[in-house]
Every structure is written in structure tokens, then in C-alpha cells.
């Protein structure tokens, strides 16, 4: 054992195992796993038939409209094959969730070892099954969070509401931190990797600045957004706001000389520091490529400006959609090019929305900018009417308008000025 001592690194602090506190963890550990397996396998089951025909429901849709696994005919037959099959993949869901249960519940004993207390163990057996049906609300785009009952079993779990925004700060500025640019390749080791939720919150926090900038520029409207939140026909928003989000990323990318994606002033995402889920890589992976498609095509800047209302107003499955747009180029195999780049992200971004959060964080995004283009209108008409006396309605209108605009622009330079987005 004092070998053992020895060899430990001095920047890890090895953890005793106290004798004591195993009565506890074992008393912990009998009551939840027959607890926590059998509440979670109520919720799984409870939860199969909405995972049953929700998933027959989107699978059809995408057969009808040939998105999704139905976009290329040669998928068809498999596709077809997936929803025959469907609920062989409820069945193994249903199954994942009981064994893994078994396990969370034996999670409960370190619980109890780590905070040193009986009662948050048995707050964690309560809470693992809040946590699971909150994950499988989203996952099923059903109601957000979960109607059980969540103890607090961790001592500093939960921040003070009045700390929350600061915590949140020096959490991304920490995690920032630790990234090191990948141009010194002798210190590949020393690289941490970026995380997945990093990236998902850039996505909406790039969507958040970007759909301030189209509401100013007229290209989204109160009227799409109300439609979005009420009715959630979300299709124009939820695709082409998040596309042309991505496809300013890939154009800032180009013009820089990084290898990888520069999603903010000092973040850049490559493939030596990407997240390391699957499921990430292959998102990543065709945008590299796309980013060096783009640089090849040198996209000038009177393009680039262009190709933003483009992105929003246009199907953009054939080069003839831009005649009469203001495109700057008239060559059919540049608009082509870029055309099927924009066709590939909107691809992307449909996968991407697949995703369990996907649908209640753009939601959330597309409220704040409901609130903030509401009280901009507001501001606008208040204006107009304290200044009623002194102009004309004609003069008035203008007035308030450009009041609007420079309240709008206010908050997305600042956004840019802090580095939140490129």
C-alpha cells in the first residue's frame, strides 16, 4: 500500500474509503434498487406508447414530405424498414431503461459516502427518478421538467437565483480557459476537449443575435414568430434562422486562416478539440469540409450580404430561384455550389433538430426575442407620441422606426463586442 501511496501523481488527491460509513451506504443501496427500478420502469412503460406513435407520427411525416431518412430513394427501403421495426426500438428502450436502473440505484451508496449523510442518499433515490422523466420529456418533446418530487442530494447542488447569471459566467469563462490553440501542435496532449453543451449553447446564442439582426432587416417578422410559438408552425424559422446562423460561422471561418471553426473571437472548434461524441463528429466533419468549399469559392462581401435574405426567402433548389434577387454573380455553377451548400446545412440543421432539447431551447430563444421585439415597438410608439407636436406623422413614423433599429443594434454590437458570437 505504500507503494501504491507513492505512485499516485501529487496533482490527484486519493480518496479514502472510511469504514464507517459502509452500514449506511449499504442500508442506501437496498432501498433503491428496488425503489428506483421499479419507478422507472413505471415511467418507461408509462412513457413507451407516446415514444410508440410519436416516433410512427415523425417518420410518416418525413415519408410524406421526403425529408429525413426519405430525402434520397435509395434510403427509402431502409426507411420503411425503421418504421416497421419501430416498435422493436420502443421495446429496447423500454429494456435499456430497467437494466440501467439497476446501476443508478447502486450510484446511491457513493452518494451517501461522498456527502456523508444518510438522508441525501435517499434524497438521490427520489431524485434519479425526477431526472428521468424529465429526460425523457424532452426527449419525447412532451412537457418541460417532471412532475415528481427533486431533493437536493448534493450540499452545494443548487446556487442562489441571484447568483445564477454570475456562476453561469465564470463557468464559460473557465471552460474557455482551457482551451489552448491548436497551432502549437507539440502541445497537442495539453488541448482540452470542447464540450457538446458549448457548442449547443453557441447554436442559440448565435440564433438569438442573428434573428435580432433579420427582425431589424425585415426579413423575419412578430407575425412568423407568434406562429412559431402559438400554432408551432416553426418550419421557416426553425431551419433557415438556425441555417444562415451556421453558414455565417462557415463564411467567418473561410475568411480567417484557422483550420477549424471560429465560433467566437477566442473559441475555435476543430477536430483535435471537437466534443467527442459520435454524434457530434459526423455534424462537425461535413462543415470542415463545407468551410473549405466556401473558401474556394472566395465569397466577396456584397455576396455574403446578399446571401442572407437568400438563405431566408428562398427554397434554393434551382440556380434560376436568383434571377432578379440582387445576386451579384450571374454564373449558374457558382450559384449552384452555393446553393447545394445551403441545401446540405438546412440537412444538417433538420438533424440537428431531432435532438431531445432541440425544440424547448429554441422555443425559449424565439420568447426572448418576442419579449425584446415587443418592447422595441413599444419604445417606438411611445416615442412618436412624445414628439407628436413638433413633426408630422410622416416625419414621426420615421422617427420612431429608426429608434427601433438603433435600440436593436445596440444589443446585438454589444453581443459582438463581448464576443458572445462571431
Given at each position: 500500500?505504500?507503494?501504491?501511496?507513492?505512485?499516485?501523481?501529487?496533482?490527484?488527491?486519493?480518496?479514502?474509503?472510511?469504514?464507517?460509513?459502509?452500514?449506511?451506504?449499504?442500508?442506501?443501496?437496498?432501498?433503491?434498487?428496488?425503489?428506483?427500478?421499479?419507478?422507472?420502469?413505471?415511467?418507461?412503460?408509462?412513457?413507451?406508447?407516446?415514444?410508440?406513435?410519436?416516433?410512427?407520427?415523425?417518420?410518416?411525416?418525413?415519408?410524406?414530405?421526403?425529408?429525413?431518412?426519405?430525402?434520397?430513394?435509395?434510403?427509402?427501403?431502409?426507411?420503411?424498414?425503421?418504421?416497421?421495426?419501430?416498435?422493436?426500438?420502443?421495446?429496447?428502450?423500454?429494456?435499456?431503461?430497467?437494466?440501467?436502473?439497476f446501476f443508478l440505484a447502486l450510484y446511491s451508496g457513493?452518494?451517501?459516502?461522498?456527502?456523508?449523510?444518510?438522508?441525501?442518499?435517499?434524497?438521490?433515490?427520489?431524485?434519479?427518478?425526477?431526472?428521468?422523466?424529465?429526460?425523457?420529456?424532452?426527449?419525447?418533446?412532451?412537457?418541460?421538467?417532471?412532475?415528481?418530487?427533486?431533493?437536493?442530494?448534493?450540499?452545494?447542488?443548487?446556487?442562489?437565483?441571484?447568483?445564477?447569471?454570475?456562476?453561469?459566467?465564470?463557468?464559460?469563462?473557465?471552460?474557455?480557459?482551457?482551451?489552448?490553440?491548436?497551432?502549437?501542435?507539440?502541445?497537442?496532449?495539453?488541448?482540452?476537449?470542447?464540450?457538446?453543451?458549448?457548442?449547443?449553447?453557441?447554436?442559440?446564442?448565435?440564433?438569438?443575435?442573428?434573428?435580432?439582426?433579420?427582425?431589424?432587416?425585415?426579413?423575419?417578422?412578430?407575425?412568423?414568430?407568434?406562429?412559431?410559438?402559438?400554432?408551432?408552425?416553426?418550419?421557416?424559422?426553425?431551419?433557415?434562422?438556425?441555417?444562415?446562423?451556421?453558414?455565417?460561422?462557415?463564411?467567418?471561418?473561410?475568411?480567417?486562416?484557422?483550420?477549424?471553426?471560429?465560433?467566437?473571437?477566442?473559441?475555435?472548434?476543430?477536430?483535435?478539440?471537437?466534443?467527442?461524441?459520435?454524434?457530434?463528429?459526423?455534424?462537425?466533419?461535413?462543415?470542415?469540409?463545407?468551410?473549405?468549399?466556401?473558401?474556394?469559392?472566395?465569397?466577396?462581401?456584397?455576396?455574403?450580404?446578399?446571401?442572407?435574405?437568400?438563405?431566408?426567402?428562398?427554397?434554393?433548389?434551382?440556380?434560376?430561384?436568383?434571377?432578379?434577387?440582387?445576386?451579384?454573380?450571374n454564373d449558374n455553377v457558382r450559384r449552384a455550389q452555393?446553393?447545394?451548400?445551403?441545401?446540405?446545412?438546412?440537412?444538417?440543421?433538420?438533424?440537428?433538430?431531432?435532438?431531445?432539447?432541440?425544440?424547448?431551447?429554441?422555443?425559449?430563444?424565439?420568447k426572448v426575442l418576442y419579449v425584446e421585439a415587443i418592447?422595441?415597438?413599444?419604445?417606438?410608439?411611445?416615442?412618436?407620441?412624445?414628439?407628436?407636436?413638433?413633426?408630422?406623422?410622416?416625419?414621426?413614423?420615421?422617427?420612431?422606426?429608426?429608434?427601433?433599429?438603433?435600440?436593436?443594434?445596440?444589443?446585438?454590437?454589444?453581443?459582438?463586442?463581448?464576443?458572445?458570437?462571431?
Amino acid at each position: 500500500m505504500d507503494e501504491l501511496c507513492e505512485k499516485v501523481p501529487p496533482e490527484e488527491k486519493p480518496m479514502d474509503v472510511k469504514l464507517a460509513k459502509l452500514p449506511s451506504c449499504l442500508l442506501v443501496i437496498l432501498i433503491a434498487v428496488p425503489v428506483d427500478v421499479l419507478l422507472i420502469t413505471a415511467v418507461a412503460l408509462w412513457k413507451s406508447p407516446y415514444m410508440l406513435f410519436r416516433g410512427w407520427k415523425r417518420l410518416l411525416e418525413d415519408l410524406i414530405g421526403r425529408e429525413g431518412p426519405f430525402l434520397e430513394t435509395v434510403c427509402v427501403p431502409f426507411a420503411g424498414l425503421a418504421i416497421i421495426l419501430w416498435p422493436l426500438a420502443v421495446l429496447g428502450a423500454v429494456i435499456g431503461a430497467i437494466i440501467s436502473s439497476f446501476f443508478l440505484a447502486l450510484y446511491s451508496g457513493v452518494i451517501v459516502h461522498q456527502e456523508d449523510s444518510l438522508l441525501k442518499g435517499l434524497g438521490y433515490i427520489l431524485a434519479l427518478v425526477s431526472l428521468f422523466d424529465e429526460y425523457v420529456n424532452d426527449f419525447l418533446y412532451l412537457r418541460e421538467g417532471s412532475c415528481l418530487p427533486r431533493p437536493r442530494y448534493r450540499k452545494n447542488a443548487n446556487p442562489k437565483p441571484g447568483e445564477d447569471n454570475s456562476l453561469k459566467t465564470r463557468r464559460e469563462n473557465s471552460l474557455n480557459a482551457q482551451l489552448i490553440s491548436q497551432k502549437s501542435r507539440t502541445l497537442k496532449w495539453e488541448i482540452q476537449p470542447y464540450k457538446a453543451v458549448q457548442v449547443w449553447d453557441w447554436l442559440f446564442k448565435a440564433c438569438e443575435v442573428n434573428g435580432r439582426i433579420l427582425l431589424r432587416d425585415g426579413l423575419i417578422n412578430i407575425q412568423e414568430i407568434e406562429e412559431c410559438l402559438v400554432k408551432g408552425n416553426c418550419k421557416k424559422l426553425s431551419i433557415k434562422l438556425p441555417t444562415w446562423s451556421v453558414l455565417h460561422c462557415l463564411l467567418v471561418s473561410a475568411k480567417s486562416d484557422s483550420s477549424g471553426l471560429v465560433i467566437s473571437d477566442d473559441v475555435e472548434l476543430a477536430r483535435n478539440n471537437g466534443p467527442r461524441e459520435k454524434m457530434f463528429e459526423w455534424l462537425i466533419e461535413p462543415l470542415l469540409i463545407m468551410k473549405e468549399q466556401i473558401k474556394n469559392l472566395k465569397v466577396e462581401e456584397n455576396e455574403e450580404t446578399c446571401l442572407k435574405r437568400l438563405v431566408i426567402e428562398c427554397e434554393n433548389k434551382r440556380p434560376e430561384e436568383w434571377d432578379g434577387t440582387g445576386f451579384p454573380s450571374n454564373d449558374n455553377v457558382r450559384r449552384a455550389q452555393l446553393q447545394a451548400i445551403i441545401r446540405r446545412l438546412q440537412g444538417i440543421v433538420a438533424s440537428m433538430s431531432r435532438f431531445p432539447t432541440f425544440r424547448r431551447r429554441f422555443r425559449n430563444m424565439l420568447k426572448v426575442l418576442y419579449v425584446e421585439a415587443i418592447q422595441a415597438g413599444a419604445s417606438a410608439s411611445h416615442i412618436g407620441v412624445a414628439l407628436k407636436s413638433k413633426y408630422t406623422g410622416k416625419s414621426l413614423i420615421e422617427s420612431g422606426s429608426g429608434e427601433g433599429r438603433n435600440e436593436t443594434d445596440e444589443v446585438v454590437n454589444e453581443a459582438y463586442d463581448n464576443g458572445d458570437v462571431v
